[in-house]
């Protein structure tokens, strides 16, 4: 069946060397604006180098460039869904960011920010992020704002053209704030449940993050990253929440988003050619290659046709880039052919996970690490639960990561399962 061998491939759980807690944890000093730390030349005495707001890219590509002007240098290029930290809007039409360590620019019309939507009768909206902050607006329950920074216990909004501070445990974001209140969706998808949205990502109390078993490590930063929510939702279908833990620490090694802030991937080969290259067989030999014995294996990129082969599996700098040049032949099939962020599904079952497009996918996780989560559980079938109940693993890698790979996957996820339970 080609749906299920085009579920799901190698992938290589370790992928970056920074734990995903760790990157939360200076994320968190960099955005804070009370706490100040000097150590991160982020936050503290420099007031200008502060991130203002964190939006995503909203257009397929989009040039990177030194000064705030279209005929200056490019740098790079960003990829629809990317993560941006935004330091000023230096006028109207560009908006200053760090790219590579350094000051650049981008076109401010291509960047877009988080939706919101108030979940209170009455919410205040304030000038700075405390409780006795003057008071600049007064919201109703289910006006929409814009979240342009998430702080932590604040969200920094824009309404009506004011830009202010409002208490986040009142307003919703992502699928939530986008769906109205009379809505009937034809199937209640986990990402479109308003409580699952407000249950707490990490677990009442955490484990002890052993060091002497590489297993034993993703698995605990794993549950206790996400075991507040995972504990709900594997009491739901009924399986053992280390099940849940080993099958997201063998797909993504426990992390969602790369070093760079972008959504964890994998840009499969072998899956482009069969969505674009075999009828583009010419342009495609000249940039990708694979092994035809095991296609899932060998893969290899070049942008130029003249330039050296280069293999890109394992670093997530390399694998944005050679997605954005695959979007740049087919956007639609280059999004197809690569998997993303926890659960690691791949683009083209986007439509499994509740989404209509493999971008709207792409624009959910790069939103929230919660709808990674959620995206594993609605990815479950009744015949991957049944075997997860039973603990299977062999027989729901045959589901999840195709035939030729389940044997291999199902040995990954027991040996995770087996470290979660001792740390347990």
Same mark, same amino acid.
């Given at each position: ?17 920074? $734990? ?64 941006? @930290?935004?330091?000023? #809007?230096?006028?109207? @039409?560009?908006?200053?960011? !760090? ?8 076109? *401010?019309?291509?960047? *877009? ?15 700075? /992020? ?56 034809? #199937? ?14 990490? /677990?009442?109390? !955490? ?10 490590? %993703? ?24 099940? *849940?833990? *080993? ?26 050619? $069969? ?67 926890? /659960? ?8 499994? %996970?509740?989404? #209509? ?5 792409? @624009? ?20 991957? %639960? ?27 996820? !027991? ?5 979660? #339970?001792?740390?347990?």
């Amino acid at each position: 069946n080609l749906n299920f061998q085009i579920l799901k491939f190698n992938k290589s759980p370790k992928i970056e060397n920074m $734990s995903f807690l760790t990157r939360l944890f200076f994320r968190n000093l960099r955005e804070n604006p009370v706490e100040k730390s000097a150590g991160n030349p982020l936050v503290g005495a420099n007031e200008a180098t502060r991130i203002s707001m964190q939006g995503y890219i909203n257009a397929n590509v989009l040039n990177v460039r030194s000064q705030p002007e279209k005929g200056e240098n490019v740098l790079g290029k960003l990829s629809r869904g990317a993560v941006v @930290d935004i330091y000023e #809007k230096t006028n109207s @039409d560009w908006y200053k960011i !760090k790219y590579n360590n350094a000051s650049a620019y981008v076109t *401010a019309e291509f960047v *877009a920010f988080k939706q919101g939507k108030v979940n209170a009768n009455a919410l205040n909206m304030r000038s700075q /992020p405390d409780l006795n902050a003057e008071v600049l607006n007064k919201l109703k329950r289910d006006d929409k704002v814009s979240v342009l920074l998430t702080l932590k216990d604040w969200y920094k909004v824009e309404y009506q053209g004011k830009v202010g501070y409002m208490a986040s445990k009142f307003v919703v974001i992502g699928a939530a704030a986008d769906t109205d209140k009379n809505d009937k969706p034809t #199937k209640k998808f986990l990402k479109d449940k308003a409580a699952l949205l407000r249950v707490k990502l990490e /677990p009442k109390s !955490k484990v002890i993050v052993p060091t002497a078993s590489r297993e034993g490590r %993703i698995t605990a930063e794993t549950y206790n990253n996400f075991g507040g929510l995972l504990e709900v939702l594997s009491d739901e279908i009924n399986i053992d929440i280390a099940t *849940a833990i *080993a099958v997201l620490a063998v797909e993504s090694g426990g992390k969602g988003f790369g070093a760079q802030g972008n959504v964890l991937i994998r840009f499969e080969n072998h899956l482009f050619h $069969s969505f674009w290259g075999k009828n583009n067989e010419k342009i495609y030999n000249q940039h990708f290659r694979f092994s035809s014995a095991e296609r899932w294996k060998n893969h290899f990129f070049r942008k130029d046709k003249n330039s050296e082969w280069q293999a890109y599996h394992g670093d997530q700098i390399k694998e944005w880039e050679v997605l954005t040049f695959a979007r740049s032949l087919d956007n639609e099939k280059a999004l197809f052919s690569a998997s993303y962020g926890l /659960p690691q599904v791949i683009g083209s079952n986007h439509k499994v %996970i509740g989404y #209509k497009s493999a971008q709207d996918m792409l @624009d959910g996780f790069s939103e929230d690490i919660r709808y990674h989560v959620l995206a594993l559980f609605d990815f479950f079938n009744p015949q991957m %639960i049944k075997h997860l109940q039973r603990k299977e693993f062999t027989d729901f890698a045959r589901y999840y990561n195709g035939g030729g790979q389940a044997v291999r996957y199902g040995n990954f996820i !027991k040996r995770h399962y087996d470290a979660f #339970k001792k740390t347990k």
